[in-house]
């Protein structure tokens, strides 16, 4: 292959809290050392698949172990490196543990041979890897979705090439490391670079997988990639996320609170967010009174390793940017705009990539900041009149990652939530606190196909190669005329 260019030497890892302390450096890989990681892989993953399925799953049970035993100095380097309050990066730690063990736990079972011995033959299907598969992950929950490509790709017998986000590649690495102690030599290896980097890997004709998650844009030019060498790809992208309130929903102060974090956790920097609310029109004045209440309560902008806060900066100067041109846009378009929360005492706006979460109220669908992704804390709150509007203003655009459902009638909550185009429909909950690891999370339309979490997940990883002993030509059989068709 022609090798992707050496885009850095060194990749730079800044601190989006303390800009003028970067956090640490990571060395990017040239084109050559990309190709020999690939062969390395490729080398090593024949051996790693026939391995039994259950020394595989013990694998993972020692990786999630050596995490989990960390001192607690991995959730301080992804909170100086991604922005992210302190506990939730110790949350993001031990839900990668939970990842490694459910697969673990449920991975032998569910890749078991399968044979169907009838009257009409015997059929026998097993569940093949793909070889190497490369796993490109993203900054802002980079060691969990790390964990949910590499727990089914490894469960499965695939060698796996992690290309981690050069804006935090750190404690992803670290995790990395610490697999690759449990696993046989190259299993397990590690890229760094920008976007030529991973164009090379998409592109690579050593990988027999590509899985990717991030945004949109990036997702159609690593798609491109694969296809010009017709590698498959697992592509989980982009959302424009709504949260939907039907008229009969009940909200506690609870309830509310956790809407408000559906939003703003991770500075609003999670493909899942809920990044548009719909309340219905003669429900809008009291549910905004009591949703900028709820705001005050749990929103507190501030430095992510004090404990009080909830709410970090935004990754870099530019997502910064794009955030305020949104909400500027929004103002000069008749829009108003309500700053939540509060700031923590101390907390120095100006060192880093802050933004004060932002409530929109008062714009139309067609506002660059209700039909786009923002990806950052301003949400536009939205009023509507009757379900059938809501499907047709919800449904619009290209997106279809995620959305919520909010009523006092669960039957009701389903049936509307499934005219949604929507991967993936949370009822009274959105964003973190509605998933499950059993629960297979993906896109439609421009958020992305394939599948991830769940027995789904692991399917992503493995591909049916089926075996098939007619009864016709079974001993004793009747045979069949050439050129026939079989039977129904």
Same mark, same amino acid.
């Given at each position: 292959?022609?090798?992707?260019?050496?885009?850095?030497?060194?990749?730079?890892?800044?601190?989006?809290?303390?800009?003028?302390?970067?956090?640490?450096?990571?060395?990017?890989?040239?084109?050559?050392?990309?190709?020999?990681?690939?062969?390395?892989?490729?080398?090593?993953?024949?051996?790693? *698949?026939?391995?039994?399925?259950?020394?595989?799953?013990?694998?993972?049970?020692?990786?999630?172990?050596?995490?989990?035993?960390?001192?607690?100095?991995?959730?301080?380097?992804?909170?100086?490196?991604?922005?992210?309050?302190?506990?939730?990066?110790? $949350?993001?730690?031990?839900?990668?543990?939970?990842?490694?063990?459910?697969?673990?736990?449920?991975?032998?079972?569910?890749?078991?041979?399968?044979?169907?011995?009838?009257?009409?033959?015997?059929?026998? !299907?097993?569940?093949?890897?793909?070889?190497?598969?490369?796993?490109?992950?993203?900054?802002?929950?980079?060691?969990?979705?790390?964990?949910?490509?590499?727990?089914?790709?490894?469960?499965?017998?695939?060698?796996?090439?992690?290309?981690?986000?050069?804006?935090?590649?750190?404690?992803?690495?670290?995790?990395?490391?610490?697999?690759?102690?449990?696993?046989?030599?190259?299993?397990?290896?590690?890229?760094?670079?920008?976007?030529?980097?991973?164009?090379?890997?998409?592109?690579?004709?050593?990988?027999?997988?590509?899985?990717?998650?991030?945004?949109?844009?990036?997702?159609?030019?690593?798609?491109?990639?694969?296809?010009?060498?017709?590698?498959?790809?697992?592509?989980?992208?982009?959302?424009?996320?709504?949260?939907?309130?039907?008229?009969?929903?009940?909200?506690?102060?609870?309830?509310?609170?956790?809407?408000?974090?559906?939003?703003?956790?991770?500075?609003?920097?999670?493909?899942?967010?809920?990044?548009?609310?719909?309340?219905? !029109?003669?429900?809008?004045?009291?549910?905004?009174?009591?949703?900028?209440? *709820?705001?005050?309560?749990?929103?507190?902008?501030?430095?992510?390793?004090?404990?009080?806060?909830?709410?970090?900066?935004?990754?870099?100067?530019?997502?910064?940017?794009?955030?305020?041109?949104?909400?500027?846009?929004?103002? *000069?378009?008749?829009?108003?705009?309500?700053? &939540?929360?509060?700031?923590?005492?101390?907390?120095?706006?100006?060192? $880093?990539?802050?933004?004060?979460?932002?409530?929109?109220?008062?714009?139309?669908?067609?506002?660059?900041?209700?039909?786009?992704?923002?990806?950052?804390?301003? &949400?536009?709150?939205?009023?509507?009149?009757?379900?059938?509007?809501?499907?047709?203003?919800?449904?619009?655009?290209?997106?279809?990652?995620?959305?919520?459902?909010?009523?006092?009638?669960?039957?009701?909550?389903?049936?509307?939530?499934?005219?949604?185009?929507?991967?993936?429909?949370?009822?009274?909950?959105?964003?973190?606190?509605?998933?499950?690891? !059993?629960?297979?999370?993906?896109?439609?339309?421009?958020? $992305?196909?394939?599948?991830?979490?769940?027995?789904?997940?692991?399917?992503?990883?493995?591909?049916?190669?089926?075996?098939?002993?007619?009864?016709?030509?079974?001993?004793?059989?009747?045979?069949?005329?050439? $050129?026939?068709?079989?039977?129904?």
């Amino acid at each position: 292959m022609t090798a992707p260019p050496l885009e850095a030497a060194e990749i730079t890892v800044e601190n989006p809290a303390r800009t003028a302390r970067p956090v640490g450096t990571v060395r990017a890989h040239s084109g050559a050392e990309v190709d020999a990681a690939v062969a390395a892989a490729a080398a090593a993953a024949p051996g790693w *698949a026939r391995t039994p399925d259950t020394d595989r799953a013990t694998a993972l049970t020692r990786i999630a172990d050596g995490l989990e035993a960390g001192d607690g100095d991995l959730a301080v380097l992804l909170a100086r490196e991604s922005g992210k309050p302190l506990a939730d990066c110790r $949350g993001e730690l031990g839900y990668a543990c939970a990842v490694l063990r459910w697969y673990a736990e449920r991975a032998p079972a569910l890749l078991s041979r399968r044979t169907v011995d009838d009257a009409a033959g015997r059929l026998e !299907r097993r569940l093949r890897p793909y070889g190497v598969v490369a796993a490109l992950t993203p900054w802002n929950a980079p060691v969990v979705l790390t964990a949910v490509k590499l727990a089914p790709a490894l469960a499965a017998g695939n060698a796996v090439v992690v290309k981690p986000s050069p804006l935090a590649p750190l404690a992803v690495s670290e995790f990395l490391a610490g697999a690759a102690r449990e696993l046989p030599p190259d299993v397990l290896r590690v890229c760094h670079g920008h976007a030529g980097t991973a164009l090379g890997l998409a592109g690579h004709p050593g990988v027999g997988k590509l899985s990717f998650t991030g945004g949109t844009v990036a997702g159609r030019a690593l798609g491109a990639a694969a296809a010009e060498a017709l590698t498959p790809t697992t592509l989980e992208l982009g959302g424009n996320d709504a949260a939907v309130l039907l008229d009969d929903a009940v909200l506690a102060d609870a309830d509310l609170d956790r809407l408000v974090l559906a939003s703003f956790a991770t500075a609003g920097q999670v493909c899942m967010a809920a990044k548009r609310v719909y309340v219905p !029109r003669a429900r809008l004045d009291s549910f905004l009174e009591r949703y900028v209440a *709820a705001a005050a309560r749990v929103l507190r902008l501030g430095d992510p390793l004090d404990p009080g806060t909830t709410v970090g900066p935004v990754i870099s100067a530019q997502a910064a940017d794009r955030v305020r041109a949104l909400v500027a846009d929004a103002r *000069a378009r008749g829009g108003t705009a309500v700053e &939540l929360g509060t700031v923590g005492s101390g907390t120095d706006l100006a060192a $880093g990539h802050f933004v004060r979460p932002t409530l929109l109220l008062g714009l139309r669908e067609d506002a660059p900041l209700v039909r786009e992704e923002q990806f950052g804390p301003a &949400l536009p709150v939205l009023g509507y009149a009757d379900e059938d509007e809501l499907v047709e203003r919800v449904n619009a655009g290209p997106y279809g990652l995620a959305a919520s459902v909010w009523s006092a009638d669960e039957e009701r909550a389903f049936a509307l939530a499934a005219r949604l185009d929507a991967g993936f429909r949370f009822v009274n909950t959105h964003n973190r606190t509605g998933m499950a690891l !059993r629960a297979a999370f993906g896109g439609v339309k421009h958020s $992305g196909h394939g599948r991830e979490y769940g027995a789904e997940g692991l399917a992503e990883y493995v591909q049916p190669v089926l075996t098939h002993a007619p009864a016709a030509f079974r001993r004793g059989g009747p045979g069949m005329a050439p $050129g026939a068709y079989p039977p129904g």
